[in-house]
């Protein structure tokens, strides 16, 4: 491994990974589509683009009538969620070079995948495209009471990367990369004070390895 390259990556799924952000639009329009409030694909491009489910839910019913009790917003995600599904049973499109990165990375590095997404919808993708061993550890939605961009999933993947083997000399920050799409993401980075790629289309990039 060359001294350039990072000990360790903390990788963003949707945009750097996948390119599912299309999808989860449409899935949300579906979801949406018989309460009311909506948005366009370039509304959901610049304001919930990055945002964990949770947190789309949140801003899209704010200042609405209809209050967002936790009932409410459990269905709301359960939906979203089975309309995802469907979307992704036909055909799940992979960001150019990921693969290639993935297949040679896993081998040198520790890899963890932090996203927003939820879990049902990370495993049930993986799945379909048989990437599950690639990733040390994933942490989701489920995992993090704040999403991007508070940098709570980065700090703890990042923990959780320093136990799982003895590094000589010991795991720091800026010894990681993290790769991200979004603005949200990126914020996330800096506020976990770790170093990060911006990923736009295309993983075909070089550490020296």
Not at 3 to 26: I, Q, R, S, W, Y
Not at 32 to 48: C, I, N, R, V
Not at 193 to 206: F, N
């Amino acid at each position: 491994m060359s001294p350039n390259t990072p000990k360790a990556f903390l990788c963003d799924f949707d945009g750097v990974l996948v390119d599912l952000e299309p999808l989860h639009c449409k899935a949300w329009q579906e979801t949406l589509k018989p309460l009311g409030p909506s948005f366009s694909s370039e509304e959901y491009d610049q304001k919930y683009l990055g945002l964990n489910d949770r947190d789309i839910a949140k801003k899209v019913f704010v200042g609405k009538k209809r209050l967002l009790s936790p009932h409410f917003s459990q269905e709301l995600l359960r939906q979203k969620e089975m309309h995802s599904k469907e979307l992704f049973l036909k055909g799940v499109p992979v960001i150019e070079g990921a693969p290639a990165f993935l297949e040679k990375t896993f081998v040198m590095s520790p890899i963890a995948l932090v996203t927003g997404a939820l879990p049902g919808e990370v495993y049930f993708v993986l799945d379909q495209l048989k990437w599950r061993h690639y990733f040390s550890f994933i942490i989701t939605a489920a995992d993090v009471e704040r999403g991007k961009p508070d940098p709570e999933g980065y700090l703890k993947a990042f923990e959780k990367i320093k136990t799982m083997k003895k590094w000589d000399p010991p795991l720091k920050k800026s010894d990681c990369l993290i790769l991200e799409d979004s603005q949200y993401g990126i914020e996330a980075a800096k506020k976990a004070e770790i170093p990060c790629k911006v990923v736009k289309g295309s993983l075909l990039i070089g550490f020296g390895q």
